[in-house]
Each structure stands twice: as C-alpha cells, then as structure tokens.
C-alpha cells in the first residue's frame, strides 16, 4: 500500500483498488486526498469513498466536512455521503448547514438519511419535526421510504402515538414498514404490555391486508420480541409455527433462531429455548447471551456457566461481550454461586476476555453477595469501587439487609441513599418513594415503629406519595393489567 501511496500517477482502477482498503489512520486518508489533488482525481464515487474514510477517522470529523466545503463542485450526491456517513449528531449539524446555504436542491435520500439521523440520535425530536415538514413542502413525502424513515424516528423518539399516524396515513406500505412500526412499539418502554399488544394485532393485520406484503424474518424477530414482552407462550408458538411454514427455517436464520431462543426463555418454556439452540447451525453473542440469560432466569446457575466454556471452545471464535457477562452473573446470583461469580468477576477482566466491568457488573457483585448474606462484604466491594457507585447499587444493599435483618447497616445505607440526589424530576420523586419506603420497611422488620413513622412524616413533609403497584391478569386471549381497568 504504502508503494502505491508513493507513485506520482496512479489510473481511476489503481485508485479505486487502493480505496477498497481499509486505512489505518487519519494520516493515510491525508495522503490518499493529497494523490487525488494532484492527479486532478475528480470522479463522484471515489471522491464519496474518500469523505467515507475521513468519516471513520476524524473525530469530530471537522475533516470531512471540510474536504467537501473545498470540493471545487460539491454535488447533492457527495453531500448526501457526507450525511450517511457522519455520526448522528454531526449529520443533523451539517444537513442544518446545507439548508441555510440554499445552494444545492436536496432530493429524496437527502431527507432519509436526516430524518434516520434523528432517529438514531434521540431526543431530536423538533430537528426530525422540522425535516418532515420539509418533505411536506418540497413534495418528496410521497416516497415510501421517507414515510418509513419517518415512521423509524418518531418511534424512536418515544413518539409511538406519531409514528402510527403516518403509518395509517400511507397509502402504500412495504415490508420494511410494517417491520418499522412493528419495531417502534417494541421498543417503547412506558407501557410495554400496551404496546407489544398493538405489535402483534398490527402483525394479523399485516396478513390480511390486501396489498399482499409478506413478512420478511426482520418483521418476524419483531414479533417474537413482542410476544416475549407478554410471556404468552400461546402466542410465541403460533408465531413460531408460521415461521418454520412461510419465513424460513429457524436453524438457517440467525436472527430468528435467537429470537425464538429468546421468547421461549421468557415465556417459561426453556427446553423449547434449548432445543432451538441447539439446532441453529449459527450463532452469533447475541444467540450465546440469550441462552445464558435463558438459563440464568430459570436458576440454572452452573450450566450457564458451562455454556461459557462451550462459547470459548467454539469453532466460530464468539467472545461474551459486557451483557453476555451480565447474564452469567445473574445466574450466579439465582443459583447463590458466590465464589465462582466473584472468580468470573476477575476473570472477566483478565487478558482471555478484557471486559472491563459496567456498572451492572458492580450491581450484580452487589446483589450476589448480598443474596448470600455477606453484607460487609458487599459495603466494602461498594466502597472499594473505582467508580463513583451509583443509587441501585445502595438500594440492592438495602434491600439485602432487610432480607438478612441487619438494622444497623440498613438504617446507615439508607440513609445515605436518601442524601444521595436531589428529587428534581417525577423519576427522581418515584426514586425517592422506594428509598423511604425500603428503610421504613427495615425499621418495621426491627419493630422500631416510632423510626418507621418518622420515615414516614418524612414522606408527607416532602410531598412523596407512594408509588401505587399494578397487577397484570390475562384471560383468553386477553392480557390487562389492573390499573388499566
């Protein structure tokens, strides 16, 4: 590569050759840009190929967009590159830019690649308002993908309610549509149970309507992660069923086998999981970290542990990354494997995986020596972090000394958590009602009822209400839960 770099004249096919590879640094995408200025190298797509690499090494990628301001004839192609290839952020910027400018006439992947940077930056929900009503006016909202695209961000703005709207209002819909709505309510947070519901009667009204689009295996992992959100397993194996009949066979797909390992874990039907598992001819660490936390929710502590060694052994060279790591810590924590979750916590970190341990790493050391009753020493593994712990890692330590009765270390971490942060917003109000609430409950447990109504006035003088519960009942094809009704 680097004699290529040196040569004074290259040809458009030595060039383009020279651009497939993959440079190593900012200062051979430097040198790449100096060859084309020099051999007058003025062709659209390998201009596009160079801001893609200034793209991948600049940070903020002030080069990029610098090269394509010095560009002697910037295109609506190259600015369109510009904006795939940026970070989210920077894409909004830059798009922002080009409109005051008003010297190139944007066209239809223009608006796609500004409204999905958007929706892959949230919350940008009034830049994202602004780019549709932009579409609107400049008459390109009629294209299918722009309405998908919009769909895609303002589902991922938490707007569900917006996102439905403009599907309802399409009179043309592709297969990645009703994967992107699908999608948008599953990944809603608020109100899951609500949202996964209309997920799935948005999938039977994909297989009646009258266009006749059928389901891509994209659709059907939507599917099966709303049918996991409910835990009905009546309907993940009828989804199941439709797979292996019309989509494709589960063991050939990825995605969909991972799915299915995924939903059947949840729904309580773990040999239906292991079964789907075993079968799949490929497996990638999202397959390998759902059949551990498959396993981990069940208690079955040691196999998942087991499954570890069988992904390190395995021939496709899969590496557990940070969640896989925390799967296999719950599962310790379910099946009270203290001494070896404290040796997977070393381990973790060591020069085979070079995981460098999260917060919920640290939560689950928590929670794991706290199930087991080793209060001191989780106080001391929270102190001893080299990271400022945050309020859960407190409130699992709370709620293990009320479990084991240690009044004196739950009064002194309780009150530490509430002097913690100042209540600002309504989380932070529900935060604080499950903080009082969890040391009142440590000073009922003592019988020390005098502490447990100051707690309480506590409560009233602040103006923290309690938080109420719900409860979800499910009936024949029906699921609700009590506050709805």
């Not at 797909?253 to 309580?268: I, N, P």
């Amino acid at each position: 590569m680097s004699s290529l770099l040196h040569m004074r004249s290259l040809s458009r096919l030595s060039f383009d050759a020279l651009l497939n590879f993959k440079p190593n640094s900012i200062h051979q995408v430097k040198q790449l840009h100096a060859h084309f200025i020099t051999n007058a190298i003025t062709s659209p797509s390998l201009l596009a190929k160079l801001i893609h690499h200034y793209c991948a090494f600049s940070s903020p990628n002030s080069h990029a967009h610098t090269f394509f301001l010095h560009l002697p004839s910037p295109n609506i192609f190259l600015l369109n590159t510009l904006i795939k290839c940026l970070p989210p952020r920077s894409s909004i910027l830059v798009f922002a830019d080009w409109v005051s400018r008003e010297s190139l006439v944007f066209d239809d992947f223009t608006y796609i690649f500004a409204l999905g940077a958007c929706a892959r930056s949230p919350p940008s929900l009034w830049e994202g308002k602004q780019i549709h009503a932009r579409t609107l006016k400049q008459g390109v909202w009629s294209n299918v993908l722009v309405q998908t695209t919009a769909i895609y961000f303002y589902a991922n703005n938490k707007e569900a309610g917006l996102a439905r709207l403009v599907f309802d209002e399409m009179p043309e819909r592709s297969s990645v549509t009703w994967s992107a709505m699908i999608a948008g309510y599953c990944s809603q947070k608020g109100r899951f149970v609500c949202y996964a519901r209309d997920a799935l009667v948005l999938f039977q009204a994909m297989l009646v309507d009258d266009c006749g689009v059928k389901p891509s295996g994209t659709t059907m992992v939507c599917v099966l992660s709303a049918a996991s959100q409910l835990g009905v397993l009546e309907t993940g194996v009828c989804v199941h069923g439709y797979i292996e009949k019309t989509v494709v066979a589960p063991e050939s797909d990825v995605f969909v086998g991972t799915g299915l390992v995924d939903m059947y874990s949840k729904c309580g039907c773990l040999g239906s999981a292991l079964y789907i598992f075993g079968r799949m001819r490929e497996r990638n660490v999202l397959t390998w970290t759902a059949m551990t936390t498959g396993l981990a929710r069940h208690g079955r502590g040691k196999e998942a542990l087991e499954l570890l060694d069988e992904m390190v052994a395995a021939e496709d060279g899969v590496k557990p990354n940070a969640v896989t790591f925390t799967s296999l810590f719950s599962a310790c924590c379910h099946a009270g494997l203290v001494k070896e979750g404290l040796q997977l916590f070393h381990t973790m970190q060591s020069s085979k995986f070079r995981v460098k341990p999260r917060m919920q790493h640290y939560g689950c050391i928590v929670d794991l020596l706290g199930r087991a009753g080793h209060l001191k020493e989780a106080y001391e593994f929270i102190k001893g972090m080299p990271v400022q712990p945050d309020s859960i890692l407190w409130r699992s330590l709370l709620s293990a000394c009320k479990v084991h009765g240690d009044v004196a270390m739950g009064e002194e971490v309780g009150k530490l958590l509430l002097q913690l942060q100042p209540q600002q917003s309504f989380a932070d109000f529900v935060a604080a009602s499950e903080d009082f609430i969890a040391l009142s409950n440590v000073y009922a447990s003592a019988e020390r009822w005098e502490d447990v109504e100051t707690v309480r006035e506590a409560m009233k003088v602040k103006g923290i209400e309690t938080k109420p519960g719900c409860s979800l009942v499910q009936t024949i094809g029906e699921s609700f839960s009590m506050n709805e009704l």
